[in-house]
């Protein structure tokens, strides 16, 4: 690793070579974890970061100041020795991932840019180098439709009035299935929408499409989700985020290509499973969007044993270099993985209490390491709710992404659930989609319902920690915020209308369901022999 004016490198390729000294609070939690990966000999593609030291400068500058632009391009020119590729080139093109990372992980809450970099000049290089024509134009329909909201702040509904308008006159439902002239239409609304917004053209240029997308992952520090989830959370507002800019690897690229996440045990419950999301033919922030539905370890161990064995290896060996349960992402590329982030996993207090005495057992963590993270936690109070077996016959299916059962209200936005909760009636939170814009409403909510989303999007992660239940996927939902209402399984439901939800079972119910609760006995009298365990001295 280098590090010149608060940047850290990291990643094989660098010249000079690279070493391992970030510290957590200079270089952000995201690539402290990046840089001891690429250290360890994880397969992780290089980067470099700007530290969070830059972040107050940026801000309060109101942009990137000249000498930061000069340090930004000099540790591209650094990025293209390290790949072999050309930021802005014709022949190999190099393209970037723009991505926050503050010193304690904030999932979702910041602003990430993919694909920075492409041109129009990039297309022949991009298809001469993959093979795979559809990607350019994937690519860059995604880069305008990303840039035009995290830059240039146009509102994600209209983006997504385009974007439908563009899918009926193909006959798709879904962006994944357009073909590659779909796609270049699909780009080309984008920067008409882009265009009409803003009054002028979308940026052409990679280094302006780059300084335009560090600037608002610098910004997003202070955005009004960010600030409400440092607010629930008891976190400081001053220490700023890192900006961490890494070379693309696509998981776009055709069907032996894909993205996900997977934590490396159940973070609902503590099991000792794989837990994971993935997509195949997408990139990342499909998954973590909430706005597509995944398949799970039963589906991939089906298409794609090789790689669930591959994971499966590095989630084991990820706890052990980390000590804890981790939360990784991950892309393949034309079959091979590569690894993009990967955190301390958030849990339910149920799964923080299994896998500190499972861990602690395994002797991945010593019983002193295992009895300091349960410290702070009413381990007495400890229980989950499930439903009287029999008492109701369920109204619809879900997947299941937050344990426990609730019950309330419905809810139909954000507003609606936190006026809810302010008049004694905790709502069930019933979108369309899970999304970081709706923490206030989810904080406030008893249980989340969406139509779409998987169980490791950013919302569905910040459910759990939150400990409210959530179910995603639920096929048989339709929902109409225009009109206040909601179909369930045929049936239309309107705000206030009381359902329940079991997040063990995924299953939902019409009205209230008797309920009885569990206390984890068994987990309780292990945490006691741990705590009555002698201490051993070397």
Same mark, same amino acid.
């Given at each position: 690793?280098?590090?010149?004016? #608060? ?70 020119? @650094?990025?293209?020795?390290?790949? @072999? ?55 860059? /329909? ?70 335009? /997308? ?12 960010? !600030? ?11 220490? @700023?985020?890192?900006? =961490? ?5 696509? #998981? ?44 799970? !370890? ?16 590095? *989630? ?53 390491? /295992? ?30 992404? #937050? ?6 209200? =419905?809810?139909?936005? *954000?507003? *609606? ?7 004694? /009636?905790?709502? =069930? ?18 249980? =989340? ?13 910040? *459910? ?75």
């Amino acid at each position: 690793m280098s590090r010149m004016d #608060g940047v850290t490198r990291f990643g094989v390729g660098w010249p000079g070579g690279v070493n391992a000294t970030a510290t957590v609070d200079a270089a952000g939690n995201k690539a402290w974890h990046l840089v001891r990966m690429a250290a360890a000999g994880f397969p992780v593609p290089p980067g470099f970061v700007l530290g969070t030291g830059f972040s107050r400068q940026v801000i309060d500058h109101g942009g990137l100041p000249d000498d930061l632009i000069d340090l930004l391009a000099a540790e591209v020119r @650094g990025l293209e020795e390290a790949t @072999g590729a050309t930021f802005g080139g014709d022949r190999r093109p190099l393209l970037v991932s723009v991505r926050s990372g503050a010193a304690v992980s904030m999932p979702g809450m910041l602003e990430t840019v993919l694909n920075v970099g492409l041109g129009p000049d990039a297309r022949s290089g991009l298809i001469r180098s993959t093979g795979y024509p559809r990607l350019f134009s994937d690519c860059q /329909a995604r880069l305008v439709r990303s840039y035009a909201e995290t830059v240039a702040g146009l509102p994600a509904i209209d983006l997504d009035r385009t974007a439908a308008s563009v899918m009926a006159r193909h006959g798709v439902r879904h962006e994944a299935e357009l073909d590659t002239r779909g796609c270049d239409d699909l780009a080309a609304a984008f920067r008409a929408r882009y265009r009409d917004a803003t009054g002028t053209e979308f940026p052409d240029d990679p280094m302006e499409q780059l300084v335009g /997308a560090v600037e608002a992952v610098f910004r997003s520090w202070r955005s009004t989700r960010a !600030v409400t989830y440092r607010r629930l959370h008891g976190l400081d507002d001053a220490g @700023g985020t890192a900006v =961490i800019v890494q070379a693309m690897v696509f #998981g776009n690229r055709g069907a032996d290509s894909g993205s996900g996440v997977a934590f490396s045990r159940n973070p609902a419950t503590g099991e000792p499973e794989l837990y994971l999301d993935y997509l195949a033919d997408a990139q990342g922030e499909e998954v973590v969007s909430g706005r597509r539905s995944a398949f799970g !370890v039963a589906e991939l161990g089906i298409t794609a044993p090789g790689l669930l064995d591959e994971l499966t290896d590095t *989630a084991t060996r990820l706890e052990r270099e980390f000590g804890d349960a981790q939360d990784f992402e991950f892309t393949v590329e034309a079959g091979r993985l590569w690894l993009l982030q990967t955190r301390a996993a958030k849990r339910t207090a149920w799964a923080a209490l299994r896998i500190a005495v499972d861990l602690a057992a395994e002797g991945i963590i010593d019983r002193r390491v /295992a009895l300091d993270r349960l410290a702070h936690r009413d381990v007495a109070a400890i229980s989950r709710t499930r439903l009287t077996p029999g008492s109701a016959r369920p109204l619809a299916t879900a997947i299941p992404a #937050g344990p426990g059962v609730a019950m309330g209200p =419905i809810a139909l936005t *954000a507003r *609606a659930a936190t006026a809810s909760a302010a008049a004694g /009636a905790p709502a =069930i939170l019933v979108r369309p989609d899970t999304s970081t814009e709706d923490l206030a409403g989810m904080a406030a909510a008893a249980g =989340i319902l969406t139509r779409v989303g998987s169980r490791t999007s950013h919302a569905a992660v910040v *459910a759990r920690q939150l400990d409210r239940t959530c179910l995603v996927g639920c096929d048989a939902l339709e929902v109409d915020d225009d009109s206040g209402h909601c179909r369930l399984a045929g049936i239309e439901l309107r705000e206030g209308d009381i359902i329940t939800l079991d997040g063990d079972h995924g299953a939902v119910y019409l009205g209230s369901v008797p309920t009885v609760t569990e206390r984890p006995t068994d987990l309780l009298a292990r945490l006691d022999e741990l705590r009555h365990e002698p201490v051993t001295t070397a």
